[in-house]
């Protein structure tokens, strides 16, 4: 890898850039290309063709030799982050299962005597409220914001801020009741309709989920399938 190649990407790396490094396997010719194919540096001249099959391959998070044109195009993403608002018995279980799938994880809650190292070990917490907090933590659209508290002083604000973002995935606690008022708060907060429905709520897949373990489960399981646009499940006949 050439000297001017290896800078770039470890800048693209340092800002949270996703890109990809197309390597000619015959000559070992580079080109580094970010999220949208366009070329940062390299000696390789990339053909437009494979412009698609670059973009697919960050999106998916996926790197592999590309059949037609014989290239290799490596991913470079920043991480996937879930941030959980609220330090409660499913963050207790969310958080292990979503450390396995790769997720670097942060919880949010003012309460010291919910979120603490006891509870959470060795999981980032952070104590100020949560919209504060959102705006330190800045979610793009390779973060996950899931709100848990049921309680709308900390919930609410947390949402309002993660619509505002490119989160990939924004959910929240609740009952199809609860989630109902929460849109009459948020829309007279400012939230318009559209950006409401980004909101899953009731959190999770529907999968019949009642224990703490079981909800964790669901709202991983609807995180990957939002993540890799899988279409909804379907019940059979």
């Known amino acids: 890898m050439q000297r001017r190649t290896l800078d770039a990407l470890t800048r693209a790396k340092a800002n949270q850039q996703p890109v990809a490094l197309v390597t000619d396997i015959g000559n070992g010719s580079q080109a580094l290309l970010d999220r949208e194919g366009r070329s940062l540096t390299g000696d390789l001249e990339v053909p437009g063709a494979l412009i698609p099959a670059v973009e697919a391959a960050i999106a998916a998070d996926r790197s592999g ?3 037609n044109s014989g290239l290799f195009i490596q991913v470079f993403n920043p991480p996937l982050r ?3 608002v609220g330090a409660v018995h499913i963050a207790q279980a969310l958080i292990p299962m979503a450390r396995v799938m790769g997720y670097e994880v942060a919880v949010v809650d003012p309460r010291r005597s919910w979120a603490n190292a006891a509870r959470f070990p060795g999981v980032t917490l952070t104590h100020a409220w949560p919209d504060e907090a959102l705006d330190v933590l800045a979610p793009d659209h390779r973060t996950a914001v899931v709100a848990l508290t049921h309680d709308p ?18 959910g929240a606690l609740g009952s ?21 429905g980004r909101i899953d709520g009731p959190i999770g897949l529907a999968i019949g989920a009642k224990s703490p373990a079981e909800i964790a489960l669901s709202i991983l399981a609807k995180m990957t399938q939002v993540r890799h646009g899988a279409p ?3 019940k059979a006949a």
């Open 82 to 84: 879930l941030i959980v």
């Open 65 to 67: 030799l590309d059949d």
């Open 176 to 196: 199809t009741r609860t989630h109902g008022k929460r849109q009459i708060r948020l829309q007279e907060s400012g939230v318009d309709s559209q950006s409401f």
């Open 232 to 234: 909804p499940l379907v």
């Open 153 to 170: 002083k900390l919930d609410d604000p947390a949402l309002v801020r993660a619509l505002a973002s490119n989160a990939f995935y924004i």
